[in-house]
Antibody
Framework: QVQLVQSGAEMKKPGASVKVSCKAS????????MHWVRQAPGQGLEWMGW????????KYAQKFQGRVTMTRDTSIRTTYMELSSLSSDDTAMYYC???????????WGQGTLVTVSS | EIVLTQSPGTLSLSPGERATLSCRAS???????LAWYQQKPGQAPRLLIY???SRATGFPDRFSGSGSGTDFTLTISRLEPEDFAVYYC?????????FGQGTKVDIK
């Protein structure tokens, strides 16, 4: 069965970077885009961007341009989202979610809580 | 960027009642690529509706989606206890993909 398993919770200081991983199983990893979506405490969902594991191509939301980097390692079926220059506004649950062709996100990871605090 | 506005913010209803949730887009959604997600506390969102009206696997037929262009609706015909949750719409036809702010359906 399809599974997206994310890395554990992180606590970072302002100005630092965080790298969250998402390990996929149960489907052809390179056939699906992997998106990253975040959710601040008590708030709505915010789309951050995607990576296409087949080619490594990426597209980021303008808000995160220059601060986010999405990468993948096809040998271990894992995608990564790195966010730099963290501030308290980046405290949120970060989700990976797969997507195929002209469909939306049909499977999501369990989420990784990133807390930014001095 | 397409802005999605959901209404109402909160819907207080009793089990057995009908729920009607609205999602309005600031411009036409390409291909009617409009999805709805259900999110319960402490859980990741779960795909409910895609292509404006197609129901995802695992959801009963009391859930239905409709609409086109800029106006979309999610209807829950008779609320069951497990349906009380937050519902988000999302457009995936134009980059950047965007979400509405959510509608919370809670127990009256």
């Amino acid at each position: 069965q399809v599974q997206l398993v994310q890395s554990g919770a992180e606590m970072k200081k302002p100005g630092a970077s965080v790298k969250v991983s998402c390990k996929a199983s149960g489907y052809t990893f390179t056939d699906y885009y992997m998106h990253w979506v975040r959710q601040a405490p008590g708030q709505g969902l915010e789309w951050m961007g995607w990576i296409y594991p087949n080619s490594g191509s990426t597209k980021y939301a303008q808000k995160f341009q220059g601060r986010v980097t999405m990468t993948r390692d096809t040998s271990i079926r894992t995608t990564y989202m790195e966010l730099s220059s963290l501030s308290s506004d980046d405290t949120a649950m970060y989700y990976c979610a797969r997507q195929y062709s002209e469909s939306p996100h049909d499977f999501w990871g369990q989420g990784t809580l990133v807390t930014v605090s001095s | 960027e397409i802005v999605l506005t959901q209404s109402p913010g909160t819907l207080s209803l009793s089990p057995g009642e009908r729920a009607t949730l609205s999602c309005r887009a600031s411009q036409s959604v390409n291909g009617n690529y409009l999805a709805w997600y259900q999110q319960k506390p402490g859980q990741a969102p779960r795909l409910l509706i895609y292509g404006a009206s197609s129901r995802a696997t695992g959801f009963p037929d009391r859930f239905s989606g409709s609409g086109s262009g800029t106006d979309f609706t999610l209807t829950i015909s008779r609320l069951e206890p497990e349906d009380f949750a937050v519902y988000y719409c999302q457009q995936y036809g134009n980059a950047p993909w965007t979400f509405g702010q959510g509608t919370k359906v809670d127990i009256k």
